[in-house]
T-cell receptor, first 112, second 113 residues
Framework: QKEVEQDPGPLSVPEGAIVSLNCTYSNSAFQYFMWYRQYSRKGPELLMYTYSSGNKEDGRFTAQVDKSSKYISLFIRDSQPSDSATYLCAMSGVNAGNMLTFGGGTRLMVKP | DGGITQSPKYLFRKEGQNVTLSCEQNLNHDAMYWYRQDPGQGLRLIYYSQIVNDFQKGDIAEGYSVSREKKESFPLTVTSAQKNPTAFYLC????????????FGPGTRLTVT
């Protein structure tokens, strides 16, 4: 079993839909949770960074962490075709030397 | 304009040849990382360096080598010992000020035939 599981998709939604992307994990030591967006043939771009449990909102994006369930989510409101990309979740533990464990990524397609 | 640069963007080599991928950052980050990404897969860590003149193997270091002579630079050599070198290679860097937050370069796509 992988430490971080992520549905590979593809997830296809119409423009304007609310998108929910999720990751589950098994290591209870993870405290830092990140979401990266990766366009085709490009490097990942840091989208959201959260520490411990709770929600964080940034524009159309909301990151949610539920440590009791070992489950994190990224919500995208009013999705746009420009949101079409692969979304990678990543996690790190305290004093882990900045080492990240990545999910496999979910490919999202937003159709106009 | 701060960031991470990787060159070249595309690289083609014949089997049996060593090849070196460049990674430079001007973010003043202490730590640098090399990842490999295969189609439809997540990132796998090859090597990382927390400080100049020191580096450690990641999960898939076999067939790769690195050096860290300068804070800004962390080149990766893909040797002929790497069984399946064709992949997308990503370099990243991070600062100790923000635990776990890594910034990535644009990547180098290596094709070996």
């Amino acid at each position: 079993q992988k430490e971080v599981e992520q549905d590979p998709g593809p997830l296809s939604v119409p423009e304007g839909a609310i998108v929910s992307l999720n990751c589950t994990y098994s290591n209870s030591a993870f405290q830092y949770f990140m979401w990266y967006r990766q366009y085709s043939r490009k490097g990942p771009e840091l989208l959201m960074y959260t520490y411990s449990s709770g929600n964080k909102e940034d524009g159309r994006f909301t990151a949610q962490v539920d440590k009791s369930s070992k489950y994190i989510s990224l919500f995208i409101r009013d999705s746009q075709p420009s949101d079409s990309a692969t979304y990678l979740c990543a996690m790190s533990g305290v004093n882990a030397g900045n080492m990240l464990t990545f999910g496999g990524g979910t490919r999202l397609m937003v159709k106009p | 304009d701060g960031g991470i640069t990787q060159s070249p963007k595309y690289l083609f080599r014949k089997e049996g040849q060593n090849v070196t991928l460049s990674c430079e950052q001007n973010l003043n980050h202490d730590a640098m990382y090399w990842y490999r990404q295969d189609p439809g897969q997540g990132l796998r860590l090859i090597y990382y360096s927390q400080i100049v003149n020191d580096f450690q193997k990641g999960d898939i270091a076999e067939g790769y080598s690195v050096s860290r002579e300068k804070k800004e630079s962390f080149p990766l050599t893909v040797t002929s010992a790497q069984k399946n070198p064709t992949a997308f290679y990503l370099c990243a860097s991070s600062t100790r000020a923000k635990e776990g937050e890594q910034y990535f370069g644009p990547g180098t796509r290596l094709t070996v035939t």
